[in-house]
């Protein structure tokens, strides 16, 4: 464990209520709040729900939210700097020593003298090379803009894979201050990978996004010999919607909640088209469900050896791989080990050991091994 010289570490952290980066902040400030770090989370975009107000509360960290649109749904550059001044007041009352920015379009519109550390889990401009095959529209190109001048505004820059790094140094780069910190997760659970698992497969995401590929897992769906359910919201706060057809939906679901039914499922799929981590995945791998995953750089990297791959877009393929794992129980058995213990390797102390290195170097406080 690591321990902070010269008193706790001060951290703000920016989130949003909408996807994955919600579970990365809280697990992360659970996780650095025993490693000498005092965290308060500010959130931007749409109100959290109920569960999430209560997991918060229960981990003991502090919430603000701040009534500021999301840098990927904001109607423009004067959004970025209403965020970025109502940020402004938090870092006033609550003086933090170090930003972490989980919206790096922010860190050079704040003002003051407070290191920051930038953390990309995602951008609209990479989401729309992988998505739509195409170069960023020129009406969102200030998006592309501002995320730019964050990233080079930052102290340091975090993503979580090598192959996301290098999408990000492609588009914005080169970033000399740009490292590579993986997510971990909390929900390992050893016991998992020997209970007997439910004929069923699982898929989790917020599936209005188009990124994560419902159509192309509806159109397998009808193929697939086992029932196919997906946890996750159907609509987005930019109005977005998208309907589950012969999937069962199982809605949006708190964390336990949808842990605990991934522990359940033989099997989790994720047919995304664009995925710079994918948090869920290795969650599922940490209840002991087997893998099928979309032929992606970031899930070659992370999982390959472990899971069976298809390409994102052929319903055909997606269905004959997860149909393979239904089929044959011995090779299911040994990806579902081989995704654990893979699992076990992104674990959550790394990760924020990691991150506790990158803001005390940010800050200058120094961190001490103990």
Same mark, same amino acid.
């Given at each position: 464990m690591a321990a902070l010289s010269g008193g706790r570490l001060k951290v703000l952290m920016t989130v949003d209520s909408v996807g994955g980066v919600w579970r990365y902040a809280v697990d992360l400030c659970m996780a650095v709040k025993a490693r000498g770090v005092e965290p308060i989370i500010a959130g931007l975009g749409p109100r959290p729900h109920a569960l999430q107000e209560r997991e918060a509360f229960q981990a003991g960290i502090k919430l603000v939210w701040l009534d500021a649109e999301l840098d990927w749904v904001a109607t423009g550059p004067p959004a970025l700097e209403q965020a970025a001044r109502l940020l402004d007041r938090v870092i006033d009352d609550f003086q933090p020593d170090v930003l972490h920015l989980n919206s790096p379009a922010l860190a050079h519109l704040v003002s003051g003298s407070v290191p920051c550390v930038a953390a990309l889990h995602s951008c609209l401009a990479s989401w729309w090379a992988a998505v739509r095959g195409t170069a960023l529209p020129f009406e969102w190109e200030w998006n592309r803009q501002h995320v730019g001048r964050?990233?080079?505004?930052?102290?340091?820059?975090?993503?979580?894979?090598?192959?996301?790094?290098?999408?990000?140094?492609?588009?914005?780069?080169?970033l000399p201050h740009l490292g590579v910190i993986r997510n971990g997760s909390r929900t390992v659970n050893a016991a998992a990978l020997n209970t007997v698992?439910?004929?069923?497969?699982?898929?989790?995401?917020?599936?209005?996004?188009? $990124?994560?590929?419902?159509?192309?897992?509806? $159109?397998?769906?009808?193929?697939?010999?086992?029932?196919?359910?997906?946890?996750?919201?159907?609509?987005?706060?930019?109005?977005?919607?998208?309907?589950?057809?012969?999937?069962?939906s199982l809605g949006t679901l708190g964390s336990q909640a949808c842990t605990a039914r991934m522990e359940e499922a033989a099997l989790f799929v994720s047919p995304a088209l664009y995925e710079p981590f994918g948090l869920s995945v290795l969650e599922a791998?940490?209840?002991?469900?087997?893998?099928a995953l979309a032929d992606l750089p970031t899930f070659r990297e992370l999982w390959d050896g472990a899971a069976l791959f298809f390409p994102p877009r052929d319903c055909d393929l997606l269905a004959r791989s997860v149909n393979r794992l239904i089929d044959d129980r011995p090779l299911r058995a040994e990806l579902a080990a081989k995704a654990f213990e893979r699992a076990s390797i992104y674990g959550l102390d790394v990760q924020a050991q990691a991150m506790v290195q990158a803001w005390s170097k940010a800050s200058g406080k120094r961190s001490l091994a103990a």
């Amino acid at each position: 464990m690591a321990a902070l010289s010269g008193g706790r570490l001060k951290v703000l952290m920016t989130v949003d209520s909408v996807g994955g980066v919600w579970r990365y902040a809280v697990d992360l400030c659970m996780a650095v709040k025993a490693r000498g770090v005092e965290p308060i989370i500010a959130g931007l975009g749409p109100r959290p729900h109920a569960l999430q107000e209560r997991e918060a509360f229960q981990a003991g960290i502090k919430l603000v939210w701040l009534d500021a649109e999301l840098d990927w749904v904001a109607t423009g550059p004067p959004a970025l700097e209403q965020a970025a001044r109502l940020l402004d007041r938090v870092i006033d009352d609550f003086q933090p020593d170090v930003l972490h920015l989980n919206s790096p379009a922010l860190a050079h519109l704040v003002s003051g003298s407070v290191p920051c550390v930038a953390a990309l889990h995602s951008c609209l401009a990479s989401w729309w090379a992988a998505v739509r095959g195409t170069a960023l529209p020129f009406e969102w190109e200030w998006n592309r803009q501002h995320v730019g001048r964050g990233l080079h505004a930052a102290s340091l820059m975090v993503v979580p894979t090598k192959a996301f790094a290098g999408t990000v140094n492609a588009i914005y780069g080169p970033l000399p201050h740009l490292g590579v910190i993986r997510n971990g997760s909390r929900t390992v659970n050893a016991a998992a990978l020997n209970t007997v698992k439910e004929p069923r497969v699982m898929a989790a995401g917020r599936w209005w996004d188009e $990124a994560k590929n419902l159509a192309t897992l509806k $159109a397998a769906a009808r193929e697939i010999a086992w029932p196919v359910e997906i946890a996750g919201p159907l609509e987005g706060p930019n109005g977005a919607r998208a309907d589950a057809g012969p999937l069962r939906s199982l809605g949006t679901l708190g964390s336990q909640a949808c842990t605990a039914r991934m522990e359940e499922a033989a099997l989790f799929v994720s047919p995304a088209l664009y995925e710079p981590f994918g948090l869920s995945v290795l969650e599922a791998a940490g209840r002991g469900a087997a893998l099928a995953l979309a032929d992606l750089p970031t899930f070659r990297e992370l999982w390959d050896g472990a899971a069976l791959f298809f390409p994102p877009r052929d319903c055909d393929l997606l269905a004959r791989s997860v149909n393979r794992l239904i089929d044959d129980r011995p090779l299911r058995a040994e990806l579902a080990a081989k995704a654990f213990e893979r699992a076990s390797i992104y674990g959550l102390d790394v990760q924020a050991q990691a991150m506790v290195q990158a803001w005390s170097k940010a800050s200058g406080k120094r961190s001490l091994a103990a």
